[in-house]
């Protein structure tokens, strides 16, 4: 009896099938296994520090010495502006700060002149007051006297006068008698005598009474002259009480004068500032890239020169998608792979986690509370450092890299 015709099952080819599929089952569990814990991203690019270099004062462009794509380092100089004009404005702000310097020396100075001054100017009014008093005094004294004089000598007029009106009727009366012989001429003649002498008294009484009158207007001219004096000297006391006002007048002005020195070495620093802002240095040590000034254009004050890009100091900004950040946290360790270089990989760890994805940070950010709302998984930008030693090559900003992190 023939044997039977063997079954698919026990044929080499199905045992051949089986085996492949285990050896597939077996690689896809030795892959899972591999890149558990990791979180990779295409969607990620080499980013850097990119400095706009603008110019701080306004002026024509005298020389550029960079072009497009050079490499400088930190303090080489970029661009040169005319200084002629901020170099006349720094003269004149040091010629300023000379003549406010000055001004501020006199008026130091004047303190304690003024001081000095006001002091011995209260002495000396002080001193002329009180001289002036005293001439007043004794002038008034002299008024009186002779006011007292005055009324002697006028009661000495009158009496004079009654004594030759008195010996003049006497004479009157002889004159009758002698006509008469009652009386001798010798008696006559005693009596006209008498009544002269008493008349020459009377009239000498009167020059004495003219001359104290005299003596009296001058002595009230004298006083009315003492009295002004003492007034302006009264005056000139009080106006040199004022001397601690005027002493803190003086320091006023000396302060007020330091201020304008201030000021004036404030403008001058500000000028020399302005000087050297016509020379435009590198920052930093870079690159040179979009060069938009030439020699002869004149330019304002922050109006962009030229860009420098940073290549030494670059980073990776990788947009992993939010389901990808349960695990990732700074400090893990990364690995990213430059297009540019064949895929060449450099090590790196995650620096930083963006607080919001960068759908946020656009310029018409999404608003799902308006519309119709389409779900789409957002994009968290993650920035990884990249390690010291990148060999022999330089990464640029812009360059595509795929980055993985890894969560474990």
Do not use: C
Not at 139 to 151: F, G, N, Q
Not at 153 to 165: G, P, Y
Not at 168 to 193: H, M, N, P, W, Y
Not at 306 to 314: H, K, M, Y
């Amino acid at each position: 009896m023939a044997d039977p015709a063997p079954s698919f099952m026990s044929s080499p080819r199905f045992r051949a099938l089986i085996g492949l599929l285990v050896l597939v089952a077996i690689g896809i569990g030795v892959w899972r296994f591999m890149v558990r814990g990791q979180e990779s991203t295409d969607d990620a690019q080499v980013d850097g520090s990119v400095t706009l270099i603008a110019a701080r004062v306004g002026g024509t462009i005298k020389a550029m010495h960079v072009v497009d794509h050079q490499a400088v380092q930190a303090g080489d100089v970029l661009v040169e502006l005319d200084p002629r004009e901020y170099q006349i404005a720094v003269d004149k702000a040091r010629a300023e700060l000379a003549d406010a310097e000055a001004s501020a020396i006199a008026a130091q100075n004047a303190v304690p002149i003024t001081s000095t001054t006001a002091a011995s100017s209260v002495i000396s009014a002080q001193g002329a007051l009180d001289s002036a008093r005293a001439v007043m005094a004794a002038t008034e004294k002299e008024v009186d006297a002779a006011r007292a004089r005055l009324a002697a000598v006028e009661a000495r007029e009158r009496e004079a006068r009654a004594n030759a009106a008195k010996a003049a009727r006497d004479v009157d009366r002889l004159k009758g008698l002698l006509a008469k012989d009652e009386i001798s001429q010798q008696q006559f003649d005693a009596a006209t005598s008498a009544a002269d002498a008493t008349k020459a008294s009377a009239e000498a009484a009167r020059a004495q009474v003219v001359e104290v009158e005299a003596a009296i207007r001058v002595a009230e001219s004298r006083l009315a002259q003492a009295r002004a004096s003492e007034s302006q000297a009264a005056a000139a006391l009080e106006a040199a009480r004022t001397a601690p006002e005027q002493v803190a007048a003086t320091r006023a002005r000396a302060t007020s004068a330091q201020a304008r020195v201030d000021q004036a070495r404030a403008s001058l620093a500000q000028a020399e500032l302005n000087l050297q802002h016509t020379t435009v240095k590198a920052p930093a040590g870079g690159v040179v890239a979009r060069k938009s000034a030439n020699p002869g254009q004149v330019v304002q004050s922050g109006q962009p020169l030229l860009s420098l890009v940073q290549v030494s100091d670059v980073w990776v900004t990788a947009n992993f998608k939010e389901t990808q950040l349960a695990h990732m946290q700074p400090g893990q360790r990364a690995t990213i792979e430059v297009d540019a270089f064949g895929g060449r990989s450099f090590e790196g760890k995650v620096e930083s986690i963006a607080g919001a994805t960068g759908a946020r940070f656009s310029l018409l950010p999404p608003e799902n509370a308006t519309g119709n709302f389409v779900k789409v998984v957002q994009r968290v930008p993650v920035k990884i450092v990249l390690s010291d030693d990148q060999g022999d090559v330089t990464l640029r900003p812009g360059m595509s890299v795929t980055s993985t992190v890894y969560t474990r």
